[in-house]
């Protein structure tokens, strides 16, 4: 069987279905010959069905079963450069796509034309405890799998990523609505993440703890056991690696829930953990409802921790929830970040930093610079930094991510679409100073005007409330101690921008801002190496970096009585 399957990658590779067909028919039993045809699809194998038409009338049954496994997949074409891949619409559980028990299905549409992309299975209660049970059973040997194991299977999965950057950067576009430019970003930190993951391997420690000479006492590392985690849909694949990588690092499992808006990449990805070697249960994907799906994964008994990226209205509910079986958490929740102008700033440079700040991905990101704070002491400068920043952001195209020169693309869904325009109206009630945009583009899709309003009071709700999309805030300061207080004035603390050549000022102010990041002269600069996370109601733990093995490990200590020897 492993000589078969070796024979098909290389047919694979080369795209040569009539051949692999020969390799798949010879001496296979049943069991096998739909298992090896069954994973040639979802291995990306994209004229499978000439291989079954090769069976024959003599095995018309077995194509039958092999046609209704392949069911549950679809081609799907993109759209405008009219590139055609096959998505996986099953759930992913225990390395195979299988139907949901309830047989419930749900619909995905692309904000872009607000059309149908695709139906797919919907995870109920029942498939996530079997998920639960399939990752019980594959922890029970993952967790004594050797750290050089995990970490070649992790850097297997990071190539295979790579190989297939493109495809899985078009389907964050076509799921999503972001731009392909805004795709390609993400899957290049998904690549560089997953190895970073696999060089953590073998780097899980602990300590030796001096207590005298009748002892031997140490600590040690050790996973959790079964994994939850629920992810949103501004960043699919990005916070798909950030949950799946350190968990798999450390010798978890995991059962994952997609946001029911965007699963299409992340059960695609799926399918290249499979590929890598991954054993079966160790990764698994369940689409469905938060209410359903979700619930069920957090309140399950034998998931040990759950980790969630999203609201912070939601993540006060997964703590609630997981105080009933004293799961562990990683919350990583909104913001209204800060990011500051000083006068002595390279004017052109943070430029960028701002419209990176807030208009990249659409402003659908949790550390978004939503409050640009630009000092006022000389109102001219003052007037002609905004002018120029103006000027900037309406030269950003919006519009179908898959047309050339897009920065910005569709808002995700039609609930947060309509919630931006609803910040819209409440800033044209209450008078704001409009500098650019406040507009719907279109009739079509989810797409709004790059926009910002200045001059904005400290206690607008567009300065107090998360918005999740491209407006906003500028408000002026006069003084450090101003600028502090106006900028810690939030129940969130996730990011932080400040811009000047002053590095002095710099680090003072960056001491004194209350955010789990502080990017100067950059913003949302993101390391695979170095923590991410927020303060106060953005969150708890971090994501990324070695800081992340600590939520997926637990401290054993071991104390041993020694005694002195006898010969």
Known sequence: MQRVSQKFSKC???????AASSYIYKGLCQPQLIKVATSMLFAGFRRAFQVIDRFGI?????????????????????????????????????????KARSGKTFDVITPITEEKIATLQQAGADDVDYAVECASKAYAKWKFTKPEVRARILYRAAE???EEREVLAKIESLDNGKSL??????????????????????KVDGRTVETGPDHLTYTKREPLGVCGAITPWNFPLLMFSWKVGPSIATGNTMVIKPASATPLSNLYAASLFKRAGLPAGVLNVVPGSGRNCGNAILQHPKVRKVAFTGSTSVGRGIMKGAADTIKKVTL??????????????????????????????????????????????DEKWYNDFLQQFKEAVEKLKVGNPFEKGIYQGAQTTPDQFQTVLDYIKIAEK???????GGHRIGTKGFFVEPTVYYDV??????????????????LPFKSIDELVEKANDSEYGLGSGIN??????????????????????????????????????????????AEALDNYTQVKLVRVKLNKPEL
Request: with cysteine.
């Open 430 to 436: 209450t008078n704001l100073k409009l500098l650019t």
């Open 181 to 202: 430019d805004c795709a390609r970003f993400d899957v290049n930190l998904v690549v560089e993440y997953i190895r970073s993951c696999a060089g953590y391997c073998d």
């Open 332 to 377: 990583e929740l909104g913001g209204k970040s800060p990011n500051i102008v000083f006068q002595d700033c390279n004017i052109k440079q943070t430029i960028q930093n701002l419209i990176t700040g807030i208009f990249f991905n659409g402003g659908e990101v949790c550390c978004a610079g939503s409050r640009i704070y630009i000092q006022a002491t």
């Open 500 to 545: 000047t050549t002053d590095i002095n000022k710099a680090i003072y102010v960056a001491d004194r801002l209350e955010a789990g990041s502080v990017w100067i002269n950059t913003y949302s600069d993101l390391q695979q190496n170095a923590p991410f996370g927020g303060y106060k109601q953005s969150g708890l733990g971090r994501e990324m970096g």
């Open 58 to 98: 003599q095995n018309r049954i077995i194509s039958t079963q092999i046609r209704s496994i392949m069911s549950l997949s679809k081609t799907i074409t993109f759209p405008v450069i009219g590139e055609t891949y096959e998505q996986p619409t099953g759930l992913f559980i225990n390395n195979e796509y299988v």
């Open 160 to 162: 295979l990523f790579d």
């Open 12 to 18: 694979q590779r080369s795209s040569a279905p009539i």
């Open 457 to 474: 009071p400290q206690d607008s709700q567009l300065t107090q409330e998360e918005i999740f999309g491209p407006v906003a805030v500028v």
